[in-house]
């Protein structure tokens, strides 16, 4: 078996419930969670619409799966990186979306933001350095 | 001849939006739905042009669709109307005809 730890970047680019993507998305990253592996998540376009917070599902009849985002961190998924041109042109700032963190075992439990805001430039960069992008 | 016209696809991804406000003639209804009402909220990249749209067709948005994606009622672009499902069915039935853009 081959200790090669490969970079792994989701990419999201699809808005929730419309369209089957997002939750797929999901559960491929919490099933990939499960191999030691560095993960990144990353949302761009449309896909930023998945961590708005607030969403409730009960006047369609479909399962709100956003309070999953939330339990990221504890699969030790700590990089999610935000475009900040996508959320712009939707009209949409950081505190529209969920606070989501993960726990530093090395710093006494603390709690640390997992989201980080990144320019577009930013994004290319680190699609760049990813060795194996899936794309949602 | 009226008619309602429906979108159910985000207008940052793809064209349906244009397409039927394009094609929607003077007074008739449009209905955003699913995907379709991100477009009906504040600050967007197409906000100018859904308040343009206003001046010529009736906006309208599925309340159980923005609720589901987080969005509440007052991020929604004055002078387009929330609708709830029931309200669905009466512009559905007012209207002579259903036109889907996918």
Redesign the interface.
Known sequence: MSETIKQFLYLNR??????IYAWESLEVVLIGAAFDQDVSLAFV??GV?QL?????????G?K?F?PTYAALGDYEVKKIFVERESLE????SLD?LQHLVWEDEDDDYAEKDSIKLVSREEMTAIMDDADVVFSF | MSTLHTVNKSPFEKSSLDACLAHAGTGANVLLLEDGVYAATTGTAVEQRMKQALDSVKLFVLGPDLMARGLAEDRVIQGITVVDYAGFVDLAAENDKVQAWL
């Open positions: 699809k808005a929730p419930y419309g369209t376009d449309d619409y708005t917070k607030g969403q409730d599902t009960a006047g369609i479909m709100n956003s042109e939707r009209g949409l529209d």
